[in-house]
């Protein structure tokens, strides 16, 4: 209608966009809202399990790819970090520490907006899925293995190829720098070293799980910058990032082997971030936010499954068990199978018959080991009458068995 209504000039019609976006102003300014940017502290361990299922239910190679291009993201990040904090040997140790941390979070965020598997932060964030039963123990410990796996080989991989082939680091101060840190690291006790990972990946897994509450890209990096900037300028250990330190440092010439590496720092460093991770985040935060209501334990979702199948499969009701256990071997059934259980018996009469259905009738039910059946919202039609059901069934009895004493002979094989 607009271009229709607009007046032709020189035989085309034009629509007058510059005048209306004159008219209209400048777009409206996003607000962003500080209370609703970031989610609850108990949404972060309902978010972890959840990210814990889908972590369970990745492909194994795409798991060890994702876990690849995750040590890879840390060598990104660790270059970047000898670069500017091993640069200014004049300045203050200080400033150089700060200028170290404040660049390595450039690792770990692009770990988690690129969707890279890191194992330090999967120590954390299987915990609440293992205890309330959404993953089992052999998911978390295959994905850990497979992870740690591809962590190693991205950060040896980088290191080789990136900061070692590329002659990066060739010249002081950076030289000086990079072998200095492989040395310092394989020199500390193997208690200091431990207690150091500990603290380390708290922080980290910190970062991990808060960035499950952010909402909007920017608190995201501020949730995710704060711990790992903290962590860095303080300088506790990290077992993927030493996975590129430490052998980049080596490649350069520092006086470690990869024995003394591994004996000295990556194994009570990878057992201090387990530590970490585990209790001080995975299981603090699970007890107080992810419990489940009535305290159990490894509350597994699939055994609840199968409870319920077993109580309301196919061909069986659960109203004329009532209230029967999940085996389905005990209790009576109205059926003519009870009349000819009780034909077997014998000598039972009509009205001892008819009492013990009426009394098996009135008692309550026992108590099932079985969960409630969901209710279904739409109305059901109405079962028939089991008490009458039954009763009657004890006057078919009566007759029958009458007619059995009448006409039966001979030993109880026979009549049976």
Not at 175 to 184: C, R
């Amino acid at each position: 209608k607009q271009m229709a209504a607009t007046p032709k000039v020189g035989g085309s019609s034009r629509v007058p966009q510059q005048q209306a976006a004159a008219t209209a102003g400048p777009p409206p300014v996003m607000q962003v809202d500080l209370v609703t940017a970031f989610g609850a502290p108990s949404t972060l361990v309902k978010s972890a399990e959840s990210a814990a299922l889908a972590k369970a239910q990745l492909k194994y190679h795409k798991c060890f790819i994702l876990a690849v291009l995750s040590g890879v993201y840390l060598g990104f990040a660790s270059m970047v970090s000898i670069t500017v904090g091993k640069g200014m040997p004049t300045s203050d140790v200080g400033v150089q520490k700060f200028a170290f941390g404040a660049v390595f979070p450039v690792g770990l965020i692009l770990i988690i907006f690129c969707g890279a598997e890191l194992v330090t932060g999967n120590f954390a964030v299987f915990i609440p899925a293992l205890l309330n039963g959404t993953v089992q123990w052999y998911h978390m410990l295959i994905n850990w293995t497979i992870v740690y796996t591809g962590n190693f080989i991205g950060c040896m991989s980088c290191a080789y190829w990136l900061g070692y082939m590329t002659d990066m680091f060739v010249k002081d101060p950076w030289l000086s720098g990079v072998q200095a840190i492989a040395e310092n690291k394989v020199t500390m006790p193997w208690g200091a070293t431990f207690l150091s990972g500990i603290g380390c990946n708290w922080l980290v897994c910190l970062a991990v799980f808060m960035s499950f509450g952010a909402k909007t890209f920017t608190c995201k990096c501020l949730v995710i910058w704060l711990p790992i900037q903290t962590f860095a300028t303080i300088g506790f250990e990290h077992c993927v990032a030493n996975m590129f330190l430490v052998p980049l440092g080596i490649l350069y010439g520092a006086n470690v082997t990869y024995g003394e590496f591994i004996a000295r720092n990556l194994i009570p460093v990878t057992l201090g971030n387990m530590t970490g991770a585990i209790v001080f985040i995975g299981l603090v935060y699970w007890y107080l936010y992810g419990m489940n209501p009535n305290g159990t334990i490894f509350d597994c979702k699939y055994c609840i499954d199968k409870c319920y199948s077993c109580c309301y499969a196919e061909g069986g009701n659960s109203e004329e068990t009532d209230g029967d256990s999940c085996s389905g071997d005990a209790g009576e059934t109205p059926s003519g199978d009870s009349d000819v259980s009780d034909i077997e018996a014998g000598s039972a009469s009509a009205s001892s018959s008819e009492s013990e259905d009426a009394e098996a009738v009135n008692q309550p039910a026992s108590a099932s080991p079985c969960p409630p059946q969901p209710q279904d919202p739409t109305p059901q039609p109405q079962p028939a009458n089991i008490k009458m059901h039954r009763l009657s069934s004890g006057a078919a009895h009566q007759r029958r068995s009458k007619t059995h004493r009448s006409h039966s002979s001979g030993d109880s094989s026979t009549r049976q």
